[in-house]
């Protein structure tokens, strides 16, 4: 499968951390996709109902509702529940990675011992398969 740039594929980034969140969107922006950014657990749902994205990066500590409560409200909503969530966090115990596994992400990167590119390749794949 080959990830085609201009096929317009939206990725909705929720990440709080200002700066993580402007590497994660030039880097997506610049390899083909159309960013959507949100800060607030709270306003994933109806932006996710809304804008339709391809593919989600969550964190999972961000204010408002936490990253294990987007991603239950997301797969349990009949809109939403095949958009791949990849959860994209600092919290590295086994008991995280299986919660946001069995609430139904499809893949957990580790902040520090994840390269971007990982990501990005990750998530072309998804939107592509």
Known sequence: M???KNKGYKALIVEDDALLSGVLTKTFAENGFKVIGVENG?????IAKKQKPDIILLDLIIPGLDGF???KQLKNDKDTKDIPVVVISNLDGEADVKSAKVLGAD???IKANTKL???LKFAQYKVVK
């Open 2 to 4: 080959i990830f085609r």
């Open 69 to 71: 409560g987007v991603l």
């Open 42 to 46: 709270l306003d994933v749902l109806d």
């Open 117 to 119: 590119k990982k990501i």
């Open 107 to 109: 893949e957990y990167f």
